[in-house]
């Protein structure tokens, strides 16, 4: 990864939790809520979600820069949402949460040598090492898919005859 595609990954992630509060910012509890089938997640569901996710970009960089021979944890993100109580969590709290989460992990990454994006760890999902400039490309896009979902939510939501579920 060059300066200047790092540069433009940090940017693109440092905007996301901005972008993402605008978006869901006063929306009304149904609209949080509704999902488009029971399977399917809601705003909420994508905001506790980028909360959490944001925590295991912080864990898996540390673990990249600090530890020898790391091995990445995986996760069942679908798991995660369903069972970590993230429809009973007000929306502004997930937002400032990644938020900060996000200003944390940004302020350490811009704090590091050129040397360190090719640290990494082995991750047994994928059967391969992901480095510390993976992990950034993986923050820059994260925010931006998300608030596409968000935006397509809202729509669906707001339309005439969907039933949203409380």
Partial sequence: MTETELK????????????????????PPEVLRFQP???KWSILHILGHLADVEILYGYRMRQMLADVKPVIAPIDQNAWAKNLNYLQSPAPELVAFYSLARHHNLRLLQS?????????AFHPETQKEVSVADLVGMMSGH???????????KAAAQ??????KI
Wanted: proline share 10%.
């Fill in 8 to 27: 433009e990954h940090l940017e693109a992630a440092e905007k996301s939790p901005r972008e993402i509060a605008a978006a869901v910012s006063r929306l």
């Fill in 37 to 39: 089938a029971p399977e």
């Fill in 112 to 120: 590091l040598k050129p040397s360190d994006l090719a640290k990494s």
């Fill in 143 to 153: 925010g931006a898919s998300h608030l596409k979902q968000i935006e397509n939510l």
């Fill in 159 to 164: 339309m005439p005859g969907s039933q949203p």
